[in-house]
């Protein structure tokens, strides 16, 4: 059987799918009866779902693929990071033959057309060849599939659904950013909460312990409503910036002794608790009294929501309906 995992053959499958719509749009019964006279009986698995998305006003290379190909995988990851599970198949996929009015290729997209190839064939070769995921970017960060439906990035920040079930549900925007910085930017602005809090709390200490103390907790409860409500990319730079454990570490270690040589020894101390209590990620249980409020405001868990809340961040502002996302 021929297999979606390879993009050529996936890249005729789509071509041949919307030549044949366009060239006579009829039912999907003989819709189906005409692929598979042109490509074979071995792309019959995938006709229900090609002729779905077909019917769709907007559509892409990369939302199709992902589409398909989530159709048969529940738990296993389809990025770039990591193989493609493939099962070989018993023969050569089947190939087009050639008919009058459409050309049979290796997907070659600067092939010119010619004059068996209609002018709107010819458009659709060119709109499936600018279909690529973006690059990897700054907040770009490894992940792994999970046990079950869930997906760990690097650090430990675990999102509840798998990589495929994620690609599929976020396809319209992987053309304008990659997965990786999808779920990077997550991670860092999940830290938002805890970065805010361990650079705040050693200037409010001046003003006294109590107030600093309690200043700081309500800065970071505060900055945990921001992370479940909405998503500002610039200040995420300064998270990724910010939230550096190291220079953490050394700014601390200066007000430490700015402290210290003041006399103010109480203050000092409570500095390096306050950085152990951040550090260890002790900090998370100062919201944990407010989850039944968050979570009667919020759909979804913290980082789940806050995965959403990039995704959609891009969906606008490349002017996507993220209302009608759906997860697979």
Known sequence: MASIYDDSFLRQLIECGEFCLRKSPSPFAQWSQAM?????????????????ILQEPKRDFLEIRYRLQAKNLDTTSLGPSSPRPTSPPAQEP?????????????????QKPTSEVPESW???????????EAPEGLFSVEYANGPGPVLYAQGGLKFRANEAALRYYFAPI??????????????FWVLLPSTAAIWVFPFVL??????????????????QFVVWKTYIKPLNYLVFFLGNRPL??????IFFFVYYVDGRLAEAWALVGWFLFVAFGLDHLLGLPLIP?????????????????????????HGLDVASWTMK
């Open 36 to 52: 598979e006279s042109e490509m074979g009986p071995s792309v019959r698995p995938y006709l229900e779902t090609l002729w779905s």
């Open 94 to 110: 089947a190939q087009p033959r050639a008919r009058p009015g459409w050309k049979a290729s290796k997907i070659d997209h600067a």
């Open 122 to 132: 010819a458009t659709i070769r060119q709109e499936n060849a600018s279909y690529k």
């Open 174 to 187: 992987l053309r304008h950013v990659s997965f990786k910085d999808l779920v990077g930017e997550a991670v």
């Open 206 to 223: 001046r003003v006294g312990l109590w107030f600093g103390l309690w200043t700081t907790v309500l800065l970071h409860v505060a900055c």
């Open 248 to 253: 953490q570490f050394l700014g601390y270690v």
């Open 293 to 317: 409020v968050f979570a009667s405001l919020f759909p979804l868990p913290m980082s789940d929501q806050a995965l959403r809340n990039v995704g959609w961040y891009y969906g606008r502002k």
